[in-house]
């Protein structure tokens, strides 16, 4: 993540800059739905055909260190933004659930 955000374009830059540091939504027409229309959280996203006309969100947006969450909203993701304000941040895998604490009564009860 570090490497396209050091490349990236000053307009990128000025524009990742404020989405690391909050809030990491972004209006912007610069995805469009699949069908024209919004349909809930099963819509697919395209790229919009030209962009949004803002360059900094276009290549944010082509590389994806922005994505479509709704009819023009794009939001940093979490991982993007946690990596790029974290010098030792690594991506935490876990593959299970940590064991519970202590057992609790069930509810089943003899009758």
Do not use: I, N
């Given at each position: 993540?570090?490497?396209?955000?050091?490349?990236?374009?000053?307009?990128?830059?000025?524009?990742?800059?404020?989405?690391?540091?909050?809030p990491?939504?972004?209006?912007?027409?610069?995805?469009?739905?699949?069908?024209?229309?919004?349909?809930?959280?099963?819509?697919?996203f395209?790229?919009?055909?030209?962009?949004?006309?803002?360059?900094?969100?276009?290549?944010?947006?082509?590389?994806?260190?922005?994505?479509?969450?709704?009819?023009?909203?794009?939001?940093?993701?979490?991982?993007?933004?946690?990596?790029?304000?974290?010098?030792?941040?690594?991506?935490?895998?876990?593959?299970?659930?940590?064991?519970?604490?202590?057992?609790?009564?069930?509810?089943?009860?003899?009758?």
């Amino acid at each position: 993540m570090r490497e396209p955000a050091a490349t990236a374009p000053a307009e990128a830059r000025d524009l990742l800059d404020r989405l690391v540091a909050g809030p990491a939504l972004l209006r912007t027409p610069c995805f469009t739905t699949q069908y024209g229309r919004y349909a809930g959280p099963h819509s697919k996203f395209l790229f919009r055909t030209g962009g949004s006309g803002d360059p900094g969100t276009d290549w944010l947006a082509e590389r994806g260190l922005v994505v479509p969450v709704g009819t023009d909203l794009a939001e940093l993701p979490y991982e993007v933004g946690r990596a790029l304000r974290d010098d030792d941040a690594r991506p935490a895998f876990h593959p299970a659930p940590p064991p519970p604490a202590r057992m609790l009564p069930t509810g089943c009860y003899d009758h």
